[in-house]
């Protein structure tokens, strides 16, 4: 499991990260107050560096290659309920040693969580 607080590469907001593998492999993206704004199986997205912001990495989609955006709910109201999408999921790391450090431990997660072929 990896979870690491960090930030919006945006706008400076607290965003934790959390990637666990196992049965329920997935990937979590928590705002400040604890609420997701981006969850997924974690065989549907790539980690990768992103160069549009310094220390930064971004989830990309496994199939389109697109980054993976945050959710947004309607209103305060609406809880859960989700009408768009947002800002592409780009989260910004403390330094680079932090951020490759962050890289290297989720693609290990993901290639310890791919599916062996069946003996034949």
Known sequence: MVKEVLKDARFGKSRALLVQRGESSRVEVRDGD???????????????????????LTLLHVDTQLPVREAVEEDAQAVG???????????????????DELLLALRGLQQGDAVAPEPE
């Open 81 to 99: 309920v989700v009408v768009a999408e947002g800002a592409p999921v780009v989260l910004q790391a403390s330094g680079p040693a932090v951020r």
């Open 34 to 56: 604890g609420r997701a704004v981006a969850e997924m199986p974690l065989g549907l997205v790539v980690f990768d560096r992103s160069y549009d912001f310094p220390d930064a």
